[in-house]
């Protein structure tokens, strides 16, 4: 195991914890709401979101993870909100996520409609609440950030325009467009979010976080749509193939797999010269940006 | 007609105009979404939150409206993107919202989803960024209200407990529970959001806020219990008998309508007791209190 993958385990377990105690107990009524919002949590995933508040955290001066674990959980119950809301039959009508049944199924479908309601909710109370050490005017700004994140110029825009999208033949503008607001506002909001928690940061810093963060989105959402294609179902936790069966434009439907690869690896150095200039080379960023491109799940 | 409402028109209409602007507009792209959120936040309803908002705050000695609007579309917001929700198919399954065809009806289900959850982020990010004439501690205490107000512990935990209300004959106890947790959470909030505008508040006349939203949360419930047996649909904007037809324990069902009318006014004056007790016997907080009791919608 490399140190970068002892890196990540650490702090996937970390975040694994901080989120389970902020989220309510089970045994709290509405019982079956909160087992609902604990099982679509906790027990997995990548947590790339709350590694990039880590991270980004980190490189810019940083050095208690205990300031960074409120932003690393907004983020991920942001997500994990938005995955539920997306698999609904409504929606994607999705069976399998995160190698379990997806929560409307797992419950039902209203609770898995307020079970992602109250997780968005939670989140904002605890990037509130559990900021307490950091000054009140970032608490703010990180609060706004996370709140434009979510809304229509952000991951619930991406939603609605990624529900027509298999219906019109998008071009690469229209898909980059989609995917930065889909994924890349909540990714940008979490290097923010980390960023923030620095002292005395320049504004030059602050803006080669978000730009490394901008490239490194588009980068994911790249290598999702060829993973669609060559992962896995076992070892993605969702049914792999599944944009084709959609007729969805993807990165590969337009550029086709060869071209994909290219512009993954144009925007992976993007990310990473974003950084250079304000000297801002911090091992983990690098490696991060080389887990996103190389990673099969 | 008289002063009071003249009052409540002129703050209608004002809260009408100031959600009309923290909205996106409808041009702008996802169109859809854009259209379905002011479809359902806008054109009308009683504007009871927000009308909270302004009495408390002037009661507390908030005398620029300029510092209540923030708070005053944000308990709004919240409260639209919650009956879009509760109106799914999936979770009330209802047909008419304020005289009009339901969000999911009006638009789709997908789009209703997606407008409710971005309604959420947008009263997050109204109440923390049109707020900067107050002090940075106090938007953050507002937004963790706000915040706690959504979550299990309040509208989403008590939607969650309505919707399994009919499947089990409720006590008084528990039915009092479910409607603070669905309805009063945020009224109480809305309250407090309006007294923490004011300057030098003490604990003590902050506390008298929260108890007479407390009561007034109650009786704006009973109330309604009553309304769905001898109001108009016309009037009420929603099919009344609706509780009937779905077999839910109100207040109604568990002690009559004399019961419940007895009911209501006890709360009533406990709502003014609280007041009288501080001195804060504003005449806006009176007839609010007044108006709870006496609506035909």
Same mark, same amino acid.
Do not use: F, I
């Given at each position: 195991m490399t140190d970068f993958q002892q890196f990540t385990q650490f702090y996937q377990q970390r975040i694994e914890q901080k989120l389970a105690a902020c989220l309510v107990e089970e =045994?709290?009524?509405p019982e079956w709401l909160h087992q609902a919002m604990r099982y679509s949590s906790l027990?997995?995933?990548?947590r790339f979101r709350a590694l990039l508040v880590y991270c980004c955290g980190h490189a810019c001066g940083?050095?208690?993870?205990d300031l960074l674990d409120a932003g690393a959980c907004a983020v991920e119950l942001i997500h994990a909100y938005s995955l539920i809301h997306d698999d609904l039959p409504a929606m994607?009508?999705?069976?399998?996520?995160r190698g379990k049944p997806t929560c409307h199924l797992a419950f039902d479908e209203a609770t898995a409609i307020l079970a992602g309601d109250a997780l968005q909710a939670l989140a904002f109370e605890v990037l509130t609440t559990q900021? =307490? =050490?950091?000054?009140a005017e970032k608490r703010l700004t990180m609060t706004i950030e996370l709140a434009k994140a979510c809304g229509t110029r952000g991951m619930a825009g991406g939603q609605a325009l990624d529900l027509r999208s298999g219906q019109v033949n998008l071009t690469l503008t229209e898909l980059i467009h989609l995917h930065h607001l889909k994924t890349g506002a909540l990714i940008e909001c979490s290097a923010t979010i980390g960023a923030l928690? =620095?002292?005395?940061?320049?504004p030059e810093k602050l803006q080669a976080i978000y730009s490394y963060a901008h490239h490194l989105g588009l980068a994911f959402q790249i290598k999702d749509d060829m993973l669609d294609v060559d992962g896995d179902t076992a070892t993605l936790g969702k049914p792999k193939g599944i944009d084709d069966i959609n007729q969805k434009t993807t990165f590969v439907s337009l550029l086709n797999y060869q071209g994909a690869q290219t512009f993954l690896l144009q925007e992976y150095e993007q990310a990473i010269t974003a950084l250079q200039k304000v000297n801002l080379v911090h091992p983990q960023l690098m490696n991060l940006a080389k887990f996103v491109i190389n990673r099969n799940s």
């Open positions: =045994a709290e009524s027990g997995g995933g990548k940083v050095s208690e993870d994607d009508n999705s069976d399998l996520r900021t =307490a =050490a950091l000054p928690c =620095a002292n005395n940061l320049s």
